[in-house]
């Protein structure tokens, strides 16, 4: 008996567009059924994009893609993930793989 899993579907959210259309990016790929969002840092940490699209969307996951620990110190990175954490309903949890059992990115 096999089960079949369900197809996840993830957008990226920019980090160099201002917050309000950030908001309007993030609001318009939850309406069209997306099951979460990454911001990646590249041309800004992900943090700021992550926090804009949590106070605007109710169902979707937030992921840090790429965050760089390295270029930060690990106090700063440890309130940016304990910041995530306040998102609503707990949305956004920072970590290396979601893939991997992560309880809230991949239910």
Request: zero cysteines; aromatic letters at 6%.
């Amino acid at each position: 008996m096999t089960t079949e899993k369900k197809r996840r579907y993830w957008r990226f959210v920019s980090p160099s567009m201002p917050a309000a259309a950030v908001a309007a990016q993030a609001k318009m790929q939850e309406d069209a059924g997306l099951d979460g969002l990454i911001a990646a840092q590249l041309y800004s940490t992900p943090f700021i994009p992550l926090a804009v699209a949590a106070a605007t969307t109710s169902r979707v996951r937030l992921l840090s893609g790429i965050a760089l620990a390295f270029t930060r110190s690990p106090y700063e990175t440890a309130l940016s993930a304990m910041t995530q954490q306040t998102a609503p309903d707990g949305i956004g949890l920072p970590g290396p793989d979601p893939g991997r059992g992560s309880p809230k990115m991949m239910a």
